[in-house]
């Protein structure tokens, strides 16, 4: 590994709890939060294990169909992860929509959308019988990672802490572990009592870590400490219905029919893609194409060893521009950045040699001293799977 490690020696962190300061908190409770919040999110608010909008509307009698409504009535807190979009069909502002309650969601989104979503919530609130408070001064939101996948066992009381804390698995990507969203006067997360999983070693660390591993999936998240939501993109571009955050199947929604019309013809031209960054390119190009050969649960740290070099921390600031090596015209530039990685939006048929291709054309970018460095960008296999099967 380049250099030292510096504070923190990250491939060898198994499991880390972080509070995530750049998020804020709105609660939404009333009797009709779920119906509300249905027709302005991207995905299902009622999705849970077997109860699904779908069966509402194929090969159900009507004594079926009122069954199933009643379900979804009483629903079981969960998270669902997903966007409010505006009429154009451009995400707002990302979300997780914290189910702690049958009436009661807690909206985790970005600190800097809080007040322009509290307004556009109250535009389509009319006659509804809910409320809509901005809690970000009161709550905050926290996240726990482990290297290897966290079971919170058959049932969702599995993820209560001994602090009467709901724990929800992050549904976009088992690598990011658990959310909760915590009063900000209470004590550091314990997670002793997360089902069956052993915690003894888990360090506090920052929402930087968090970040990494974000990248290293190709997750997208925020518009303040990441810009991947700064400019109203659209979902599909940002990865949303890879990381389980789009319902093509739910019904209505503000902005959806731009979404559902670029889903169902199979053209997304640019996706949100991570890249890897050294001064040499072969050590940059070596780094890509080992990542793509990592398992879930196969490395004992967070991150691969060797992968982060420690030194290019100032070469990868918010807006570092990327260009391809063989033209120098800027393609991209890092929405997100954690050392030597990024995330950045690419055309896919310009920057890879084959539609089949899982590592990128040389890329190359400028340090703020002015010296050059080496990008590749990769595909994570769950893009992948998504990108296939829309060929």
Not at 16 to 29: E, K, M, T
Not at 77 to 106: K, S, Y
Not at 174 to 188: E, F, I, S, T, W
Request: hydrophobic fraction near 40%; include cysteine; proline fraction near 6%.
């Amino acid at each position: 590994m380049a250099a030292s490690c510096g504070r923190v020696c990250l491939h060898l962190v198994s499991s880390f709890v972080a509070p995530l300061r750049s998020r804020g908190v709105i609660r939404v409770v009333g009797p009709d939060t779920p119906d509300f919040l249905q027709g302005l999110f991207t995905n299902d608010v009622y999705a849970s294990p077997g109860i699904h909008a779908e069966k509402l509307r194929v090969g159900l009698d009507s004594d079926q169909r009122e069954l199933l409504q009643q379900q979804r009535q009483h629903a079981p807190p969960r998270l669902v992860f997903g966007a409010f979009l505006n009429h154009r069909g451009r995400v707002m502002a990302e979300a997780f929509l914290h189910f702690i309650g049958p009436d009661e969601a807690l909206l985790d989104v970005d600190a800097t959308s809080v007040p322009s979503l509290v307004k556009y919530l109250h535009m389509h609130r009319l006659r509804k019988q809910l409320s809509i408070s901005d809690e970000t001064g009161r709550m905050q939101v926290w996240t726990h990672t482990q290297a290897k996948p966290i079971d919170l066992g058959k049932t969702m009381e599995a993820g209560r802490s001994d602090q009467g804390t709901r724990w929800f698995e992050d549904s976009r990507e088992g690598a990011l572990g658990l959310r909760a969203v915590l009063q900000k006067n209470a004590p550091r997360p314990s997670i002793t009592t997360l089902a069956d999983n052993e915690s003894e070693g888990t360090q506090l660390l920052t929402e930087s870590v968090h970040r990494g591993v974000r990248i290293l999936h190709g997750v997208p998240e925020g518009m303040s400490a990441s810009l991947e939501f700064a400019d109203t993109p659209l979902p599909l571009e940002m990865n949303l219905d890879v990381f389980n955050g789009v319902s093509f199947t739910k019904g209505c929604y503000v902005g959806q029919e731009l979404t559902a019309r670029t889903h169902h013809t199979g053209i997304v031209r640019k996706r949100l893609l991570p890249f890897v960054a050294s001064v040499s390119q072969e050590a940059a190009r070596a780094r890509a194409e080992r990542v793509l050969e990592l398992e879930p649960g196969s490395i004992p740290g967070v991150f691969p060893a060797e992968f982060i070099e420690y030194d290019l921390l100032g070469q990868l600031k918010l807006k570092t521009e990327l260009a391809y090596h063989d033209k120098e015209i800027p393609c991209s530039s890092a929405l997100s950045s954690f050392y030597n990685i990024g995330l950045g939006v690419f055309r896919l048929d310009q920057a890879f040699a084959s539609p089949s291709d899982n590592v990128s054309k040389p890329l190359l970018g400028r340090a703020d001293n002015g010296d050059l460095f080496h990008a590749f960008v990769w595909i994570p296999k769950r893009i992948r799977k998504v990108l296939d099967m829309s060929n």
